[in-house]
């Protein structure tokens, strides 16, 4: 199971990029794809969506589940992968490049000092399983 | 939880085991259940289907006490054959959809879902008090893994000695796997053409060994899904259960005119809400629970649903109001708030 260093992580499972002007990248970890199974289904948010820290905003169906994916952060949606709606199976065969979600332009730089870093989520993992 | 004879082998292949009916199981191998499904509509997949519940109903009145406990018609079927049938409650709905296979002109091998053996047990025995033949549990005494795919024939050839071009669909044989005692039938339950082998729990793991190594992938119980629903066949707990008339279904067929246990509930019954099967025609996958509207009014509920591997297209299996049950219907499914277009269609979902 891959849980990137240079990354950050919320317990529900998404990463999220250290910001770029004030963007980061979202997605799940390898540890929720492999959990999910075969994706077949994504579901994004609209581009200027207003989200809260919290807000499911996306949907993740595998085979057999769909799963609520949240904002990790306050912010507004800049972009979304549009990519997937042709190749879900990028989530499952590369989650934290060409399967990632969406980018939100982040409100509160506060908040990502708040997220998981690659250790924390590590152990949060462990603990579930 | 309770561990079939090839828990092992699961576990050794890398399997994702989940709880199903109080057994653990593999939903999935490593590659997943898309290319599990794939290898089965292309090739030859295998799965482990021994959860799944043996009765053996034998005596002089077996023939006569089936025929009036289940909805299809033992009488008809030439020894050796099995056929698909429904075992009914007296509410006009199921306790369970069963295969029953004539080994004997006296005595059938019943075999029924692994969430509902103990209930089918429990009532066979009590109807068939009025008979002459004993209902006896062989669920432990049976390994039973499927075989499917348009290669099965193929490859099942070449590890036993008979001649399988001549085995029919639904017929029997007995024969032998590496040394294995095996008795064969040429059904399934994914549409295309396969196998059931029934054998000694100790021989699975190497009846299971020889399918794989010449060729069969493992398959897991959601491929097992996927499959039976893109062929347009029910699972009970979803399509069928206590409350639902097999009469308003597309499996009508099943039930034949005979005087047969509940007849009074199922039959001459008006039909108030109707099965049928579900195209969407925007992208969404329905599940079951999700709600069907038409127009503006809830008319039913959707029971199974899942995203064609084959055909990508989101299908599904629906109870609806009677006048909302029509081919062609043009119905909405709500998934998360969205009402997304959906048609009624005749099942199968793919080109047989």
């Known amino acids: 199971m891959q849980i990137p260093d240079n990354l950050r992580y919320t317990a529900s499972h998404e990463w999220v990029s250290a910001p770029v002007d004030g963007v980061v990248t979202v997605g799940i970890t390898d540890y929720a794809q492999d959990q999910l199974g075969d994706v077949v289904y994504v579901e994004l948010p609209d581009v200027g969506t207003d989200v809260s820290a919290g807000d499911p905003v996306a949907v993740v169906e595998s085979v057999k589940t769909a799963s609520d994916i949240y904002a990790p952060v306050t912010g507004s949606v800049e972009a979304v992968n549009a990519g997937l709606d ?13 399967g990632w979600l969406f980018k939100i332009r982040v409100g509160d730089a506060g908040q990502l000092g708040e997220l998981l870093d690659a250790g924390g989520y590590q152990r949060a993992v462990e603990k579930e399983g | 939880m ?8 699961h576990v050794a292949l890398g399997a994702r085991m989940v709880e199903f009916a109080g057994w653990s199981m593999p939903v999935h191998y490593p590659t997943g259940i898309h290319q599990e499904h794939i290898a089965v509509r292309s ?5 482990d289907v021994s959860h799944m519940g043996e009765i053996r109903v034998l005596g002089d009145g077996a023939t006569a006490f089936l025929q009036f406990a289940t909805l299809n018609d033992p009488g008809r ?4 054959r099995g056929q698909y049938t429904m075992l009914p409650n007296d509410r006009g709905g199921l306790i369970d959809d069963l295969y029953v296979y004539r080994e004997k002109e006296q005595e059938y091998l019943v075999v029924a879902n692994a969430a509902n053996v103990e209930g089918v ?3 066979l025995r009590t109807l068939a008090e009025g008979y002459d033949c004993h209902v006896v549990d062989e669920s432990a005494t049976w390994a039973l893994m499927a075989l499917q795919g348009p290669g099965s024939a193929l490859l099942l050839g070449h590890v036993v000695d008979d001649d399988l071009t001549e085995l029919r669909k639904n017929a029997t044989l007995v024969t032998s796997v590496s040394g294995c005692p095996v008795r064969l039938s040429r059904t399934g339950y994914t549409g295309e053409d396969g196998f059931e082998l029934f054998c000694h729990p100790t021989d699975a793991p190497i009846v299971w060994d020889v399918l794989t190594d ?14 039976r629903l893109e062929a347009g066949f029910p699972l009970y ?6 409350t639902t008339n097999p009469l308003c279904s597309p499996f009508a067929w099943v039930v034949k005119d005979k005087p047969f246990y509940g007849r009074e509930a199922m039959w001459d019954r008006s039909c108030p809400r109707r099965l049928v099967g579900l195209r969407l025609l925007e992208r969404g996958i329905p599940r079951q629970g999700y709600r069907v ?3 503006d009014a809830a008319v039913g509920q959707v029971t199974s649903g899942t995203l064609s591997p084959l055909t990508r297209e989101s299908i599904g299996f629906a109870w609806v109001d009677a006048e909302a049950a029509e081919e062609g219907t043009e119905l909405r499914v709500e998934i998360r708030g969205q009402k997304v277009p959906a048609t009624v269609v005749k099942p199968p979902f793919f080109g047989q």
């Open chain 1, 86 to 98: 042709d190749a879900p199976e990028h989530i499952n065969e590369s989650p934290f490049d060409t």
């Open chain 2, 2 to 9: 309770k561990r079939t004879p090839l828990y092992d082998t």
């Open chain 2, 43 to 47: 090739d030859v997949g295998l799965f």
């Open chain 2, 77 to 80: 079927l030439k020894l050796g």
């Open chain 2, 121 to 123: 047990l429990g009532h």
């Open chain 2, 214 to 227: 010449a060729g069969a992938v493992p398959c897991g119980l959601g491929a097992r899904d996927t499959l």
């Open chain 2, 237 to 242: 707990g979803h399509e069928f259960d206590e």
């Open chain 2, 293 to 295: 509207f038409r127009g």
